[in-house]
């Protein structure tokens, strides 16, 4: 008898088998893989944001009294908090707010920033602040990054 050429379908089930076991022992690799680059991506974009905040007050851009959503108490240490999904184009009580918020609605809208300057040393008309900045976000639980600089103005 002559065997035509071909698989049979024994040969063709323990192929899809063996192609399964691999595709399963992979997956779990693939996802975690993915979940990492995402939350790397995420951390990286904050870092971004933390330090697109301390350009901003470097620059002047950014108040250092009360008002808006920023509050100063009697040490003169001046506390910015701006929520998560904030619309800084709205925010009219910061005129560098208004100008600036398409972009920063795009930069900073992801997080959550909290801003504390704190006055360090004064002299003649010029004061030397410190500025903490921390950014932070929601994955499975809250995560956040600091950032510290000092400026005069």
Not at 131 to 145: G, H, N, Y
């Amino acid at each position: 008898m002559n065997r035509d050429a071909g698989l049979t379908i024994v040969e063709i089930l323990v192929a899809i088998v063996i192609v399964g076991v691999i595709t399963a022992a992979v997956m779990p690799l693939l996802t975690s893989s993915m979940r990492s680059n995402s939350s790397a991506r995420t951390r990286t974009q904050a870092v971004s944001a933390a330090e697109t905040w301390m350009e901003r007050y470097r620059d002047g851009r950014e108040p250092l009294k009360s008002v808006g959503s920023c509050t100063e108490n009697i040490s003169g240490v001046v506390t910015c908090t701006y929520p998560l999904n904030f619309n800084y184009a709205n925010d009219t009580a910061v005129p560098t707010h208004t100008a600036d918020g398409a972009s920063m609605n795009s930069q900073f809208q992801p997080f959550k920033s909290v801003l504390v300057a704190t006055p360090i040393s004064e002299g003649i008309n010029v004061t030397l602040w410190e500025l903490k900045v921390t950014v932070s976000w929601t994955e499975k639980e809250e995560k956040s990054v600091t950032a510290y600089t000092r400026f005069t103005r």
